[in-house]
């Protein structure tokens, strides 16, 4: 099955900088790349996704970005801010599955400093 | 509030017993999905239903089971519980049924076993 891995599980920057957060997939057929963000005692938001057939996606001060080549995604966020603080999942689907299951990477803590 | 709710929202019981998770997916969506959290194991696909079948099986184990009733509406039933069962148990619904649709996660049932 597919295999998801995310770096780095925390993370800590200042007010107004920029984060990145980077996950790899082994399944060359996945074709769905969702971003969740889950706050304490809350289940995952979706935030951003991105589809095998686009390199780039951005919304406001977040961005995805996919390269299937590599097989990696990575999710930037500019401008951060105290209420980012929260931990982030990155997800692949689609692949050789015959349903919609999505497989999770293991999550990044970010810690906005204000 | 992504639409998607769940009860009961905290649940504690003992080894050896059996619960029973609710949820009720967004209007209009058909498929169900089924995820366990945990401290070690991050979130992991259990099960997905849609319009009342099967459609994919993760790592469910054997003790647990699930159902989408006609009213699309989902029930996981967990049995002979193991102190190990402890988890986050969240429900996922989409309108389709294949790969590549957007989920959306409910609030969560968070299980205790003593």
């Known amino acids: 099955g597919e295999n998801v891995e995310q770096h780095p599980s925390t993370l800590s920057v200042q007010e107004g900088d920029s984060a990145v957060i980077k996950c790899t997939y082994s399944?060359?057929?996945?074709?769905?790349f969702p971003w969740y963000k889950q706050e304490l005692g809350k289940g995952p938001q979706l935030i951003i996704d991105?589809?095998?057939?686009?390199g780039e996606k951005k919304d406001q001060r977040i961005a995805v970005t996919l390269n299937k080549t590599a097989k990696h995604f990575s999710l930037h966020i500019t401008e951060t801010q105290p209420e980012d603080s929260a931990v982030y999942f990155c997800?692949?689907?689609?692949?050789?599955?015959?349903?919609?299951?999505?497989?999770f990477g293991t999550g990044t803590s970010l810690t906005v400093i204000p | 509030d992504s639409g998607v709710t769940q009860t009961p929202k905290h649940l504690i019981t003992a080894t050896g017993q059996r619960v029973t998770l609710r949820c009720s997916p967004r209007?209009?969506?058909?498929?169900v999905y089924w995820y366990q959290q945990s401290l070690d194991q991050g979130l992991q696909f259990l099960i997905q239903?849609?319009?009342?079948?099967?459609?994919a099986k993760g790592n469910i184990l054997e003790r647990f089971s699930a159902q989408q009733f006609p009213d699309l509406h989902s029930e996981l039933n967990l049995s002979s519980l193991e102190l190990g069962d402890s988890a986050l148990y969240f429900c996922?619904?989409?309108?389709?049924?294949?790969?590549?649709?957007?989920?959306?996660f409910g609030p969560g049932t968070r299980l205790t076993v003593l």
């Open positions: 399944d060359s057929a996945s074709n769905y």
């Open positions: 997800a692949a689907a689609g692949g050789r599955n015959t349903g919609n299951q999505f497989y």
């Open positions: 996922a619904s989409s309108v389709g049924g294949s790969y590549g649709g957007e989920q959306f």
């Open positions: 239903y849609y319009n009342g079948e099967e459609r």
């Open positions: 991105i589809r095998s057939n686009v």
């Open positions: 209007s209009g969506d058909l498929s």
